[in-house]
């Protein structure tokens, strides 16, 4: 009789350590996703107030030139136009207008649809990376900066990008993309250290929103978050440079140089 009694008391006391076993856990469990959780929004909150506290004012561009020394620059970036001058590429190599990524136009061919609107015969010509000097930004495929130097007499292919970008501002350009049902829109800026920068990653795809930036991965916020902090970008993107024909910007001096 005692022998069953401890049979009996052994049972019930391994049945209340499971019990207590399984309520631990799931109490560990319960404690593991609220701390999973609260990281989760600590760092929705973090990559949020990030890109809210973006600055998405258009830097304008300012040529600090004299006529003189426009003309200087027109002259060199016509020269390459019309292949006679050659440019240096990113891997130091001299190549010509016509070996540049989806350009393969003649200057007559250029001559000819200087009056055109349309891609592709639609340039930006400005201060492009805010140093006060005229760059000559190109777009036959992919968007690319010729930049001349005049102590040198060289022109050098300053950054090479993708199609569809845009320039925002000096030192501003924005990135859109379409790719398998998700849309893509990228702010690259010119930092400090001369170096361009995918600052911001915008992305949206079936109801679900992404905020990246430099120092923050990819992550899901709520549409409310993504629309309140996304809106001064898009904003920005509707004042963006515009293109604009040759003969806009070369005018007579398409004629000779």
Excluded at 149 to 169: A, H, N, R, T, W
Excluded at 173 to 187: P, R, S
Aim: charged share 30%; glycine share 6%.
């Amino acid at each position: 009789m005692k022998k069953q009694y401890r049979m009996k008391k052994v049972l019930y006391m391994g049945s209340s350590m499971l019990l207590a076993g399984l309520s631990c856990a799931v109490w560990i469990s319960d404690i593991q996703e609220n701390r999973q959780e609260s990281v989760q929004k600590t760092y929705t909150d973090i990559v949020y107030n990030a890109v809210k506290n973006m600055d998405f004012t258009i830097k304008e561009p300012y040529l600090d030139i004299t006529p003189e020394e426009e003309m200087i620059y027109k002259k060199a970036y016509l020269s390459v136009l019309k292949g006679e001058a050659p440019i240096q590429n990113r891997w130091d190599e001299p190549v010509y207008y016509k070996d540049l990524n989806g350009a393969k136009k003649e200057y007559a061919e250029l001559l000819k649809n200087r009056f055109v609107r349309e891609f592709p015969y639609l340039y930006y010509y400005d201060d492009l990376d805010g140093d006060g000097k005229p760059e000559l930004g190109i777009d036959h495929g992919c968007l690319q900066i010729l930049d001349y130097e005049p102590d040198s007499d060289l022109i050098c292919v300053s950054y090479v990008g993708s199609s569809g970008q845009k320039f925002l501002g000096a030192g501003q350009i924005w990135d859109h993309l379409e790719l398998d049902k998700t849309c893509y829109d990228t702010y690259i800026y010119l930092n400090s250290d001369n170096d361009w920068e995918e600052t911001l990653t915008l992305a949206y795809s079936d109801g679900q929103y992404y905020l990246e930036t430099a120092l923050y991965h990819r992550f899901a916020v709520e549409k409310e978050q993504w629309v309140e902090v996304t809106g001064p970008f898009f904003e920005m993107t509707q004042k963006r440079l515009l293109q604009k024909t040759l003969d806009e910007f070369f005018g007579e001096q398409l004629g000779y140089g």
